[in-house]
């Protein structure tokens, strides 16, 4: 590796360790943590170029493990960034395991089998493809949770950010792809290093910079925040058609139609809703006002068949206004039903 390019690479893998203690010191926040373990792997993955030389083993191995975790911490921290009730899941370390077995035992089989060459060669592509699948998964979650993203600097940042990490992400997979670890031009190596320490210095300061909204720390405006003066008549507009009209019960209701039915421009009333009524996120709009509905009728005595019912909200079908039910009241419909 050309000198140049092995300090590109050993100045990243500081400047991403001091983020990560960054963010860990500032608090147990999900997102900051995320974010944090995000930095810590890209360290690692930096960390495998550089820590050949290395006669710690035990070093290496942890390194490695920061190596291979790269994907699940993209993943993961792109969830964090988008929703606003993020929390650490099972299915998260489940994830990180099946990722690890998979690089790992890649590896020893690899190592011991280097007289199978055809062999070695096509597993090699194995964690590249599940690599591929979850940055293809991360970007998927963050076109659609920006659609119901109701604070425009969160918006236009995550998707920015995303876009930038992820686009970086998947050119550095396609040079590992085409060229073995150890046979990569240098010139193309220094390329490789530079443009990673870019996005490590892009990524650090966009943290250091950037405010608890951005990032969508745990400041949730309140909901009881007054209505600027300039949106009053606009919620005055939009109360009617909720109350009145109802027209949450219309079946994929976007942000983009109610704001036509409304009249008005869709960053409007996204401005509206977000800085009148508190809201971050438009499905959660929404989906308090059907289970306000839901809870009254189910508390009725002729209570309509809980199928029925999501269907005649708008959610389409019975899994998502379960979902949509439960994380609202604590319950499930037909529980609620029955107490009631």
């Known amino acids: 590796m050309p000198a140049a390019a092995f300090y590109l690479k050993l100045s990243g893998v500081a400047v991403l360790l001091f983020i990560a203690t960054y963010l860990f010191g500032r608090g147990a926040a999900p997102r900051r943590i995320a974010s944090g373990l995000f930095a810590l792997s890209l360290a690692g993955y930096l960390g495998c170029q550089v820590c050949h030389p290395l006669p710690i083993a035990w070093l290496i191995v942890v390194i490695h493990i920061g190596c291979y ?10 969830e964090a ?3 606003d009730n993020f929390c650490f899941q099972a299915k998260h370390l489940l994830l990180l395991l099946s990722v690890e077995f998979i690089n790992f ?3 020893f089989f690899v190592q011991n089998h280097a007289g199978h060459t055809s062999l070695a060669s096509g597993l090699a592509f194995a ?13 998927a979650n963050v076109v659609r949770g920006r659609v119901a993203d109701l604070v425009e600097i969160r918006r236009r940042f995550r998707l920015q950010f995303l876009t930038v990490t992820g686009a970086a992400m998947l050119l550095v997979l396609a040079k590992e792809v085409v060229y073995p670890p150890h046979d990569v031009p240098p010139l193309l190596d220094f390329i490789h290093a530079a443009a990673v320490l870019a996005l490590v210095w892009y990524f650090g300061l966009r943290l250091l910079r950037s405010g608890a909204d951005s990032f969508g720390e745990e400041t949730r405006e309140k909901k009881a925040t007054a209505p600027a003066a300039k949106y009053a008549p606009l919620l005055a507009k939009l109360d009617q058609a909720m109350t009145s009209e109802k027209i949450y019960m219309r079946e994929n209701l976007s942000i983009g139609r109610l704001a036509e039915h409304l009249g008005t421009r869709e960053y409007i009333l996204r401005r509206a809703i977000n800085s009148g009524l508190g809201y971050r996120n438009f499905n959660d709009f929404l989906n308090e006002a059907r289970i306000r509905e839901a809870q009254r009728l189910l508390s009725s005595d002729a209570a309509p068949a809980i199928l029925h019912l999501a269907m005649d909200l708008g959610f389409g079908s019975l899994a998502p206004f379960n979902r949509a039910f439960k994380e609202k009241t604590g319950v499930s419909p037909s529980e609620f039903r029955k107490k009631n």
């Open 127 to 139: 964690p590249a493809c599940v690599s591929l699948a979850l940055i293809a998964v991360t970007f």
């Open 81 to 83: 960034l988008f929703k």
């Open 69 to 78: 975790s790269v994907p699940v911490a993209f993943y993961v921290m792109g």
């Open 105 to 107: 035992g890649i590896f």
